[in-house]
T-cell receptor
Framework: DGGITQSPKYLFRKEGQNVTLSCEQN?????MYWYRQDPGQGLRLIYY???????QKGDIAEGYSVSREKKESFPLTVTSAQKNPTAFYLC?????????????FGDGTRLSIL | GDSVTQMEGPVTLSEEAFLTINCTYT??????LFWYVQYPGEGLQLLLK?????DKGSNKGFEATYRKETTSFHLEKGSVQVSDSAVYFC???????????????FGKGTKLSVKP
């Protein structure tokens, strides 16, 4: 079955540590996205990528970094500069960016601070 | 810029009650509109969509009509079930030429609880 796989489901970060969240899709989609979800605040866009080897900052990119070396993979690194990383992180993909098509979501990674 | 406003929850209903979750939007151009559903501990699933004025999206007994004159896309279901308990998100995509710069703009979500 085609879909988006996020791993791990739960992740714990120590102070001063960088952690990387994995996102893989086998939908052959060009565009991929990372969102952060906090209670009562809906979804906020961290980074997005329209095509391989290209990505743009979203609304809350500070303290995060991404790469897009392969079409199917879009990992997110939460750096030590992100002072409040505890949240639910969602990865999504779409056929293309800006084509008014829906996005497909993974099941998320919940990140907590130790 | 583009924005979505949906009614605040939580909404608590008894099984078989009628559901309405209000959603209004502000957008330049001609956006597509979506409803997503999120069950506890999971990601978002597309529930239904509409791409132009007067379109009606429907799925699993849920319906929403794209009303350009009132800039609304209210979600309705005639008879809810306990299994419908979830958080519902209204969203718009304005395309590359809209105010959302090609990205999805989400409302803050409405939590629905259905009691047996």
């Amino acid at each position: 079955d085609g879909g988006i796989t996020q791993s791990p489901k739960y992740l714990f970060r120590k102070e001063g540590q960088n952690v990387t969240l994995s996102c893989e899709q086998n939908l052959n989609h060009d565009a991929m996205y990372w969102y952060r979800q906090d209670p009562g605040q809906g979804l906020r866009l961290i980074y997005y990528s329209q095509i391989v080897n290209d990505f743009q900052k979203g609304d809350i990119a500070e303290g995060y970094s991404v790469s897009r070396e392969k079409k199917e993979s879009f990992p997110l690194t939460v750096t030590s500069a992100q002072k409040n990383p505890t949240a639910f992180y969602l990865c999504a993909s779409s056929v293309g960016h800006g084509d008014n098509q829906p996005q497909h979501f993974g099941d998320g990674t919940r990140l907590s601070i130790l | 810029g583009d924005s979505v406003t949906q009614m605040e929850g939580p909404v608590t209903l008894s099984e078989e009650a009628f559901l309405t979750i209000n959603c209004t939007y502000t957008a330049t151009g001609y956006p597509s509109l979506f409803w997503y559903v999120q069950y506890p501990g999971e990601g978002l699933q597309l529930l239904l969509k509409a791409t132009k004025a007067d379109d009606k999206g429907s799925n699993k007994g849920f319906e929403a009509t794209y009303r350009k004159e009132t800039t609304s896309f209210h979600l309705e279901k005639g008879s809810v079930q306990v299994s419908d308990s979830a958080v519902y998100f209204c969203a718009l995509s304005g395309g590359n030429y809209g105010g959302s710069q090609g990205n999805l703009i989400f409302g803050k979500g409405t939590k629905l609880s259905v009691k047996p």
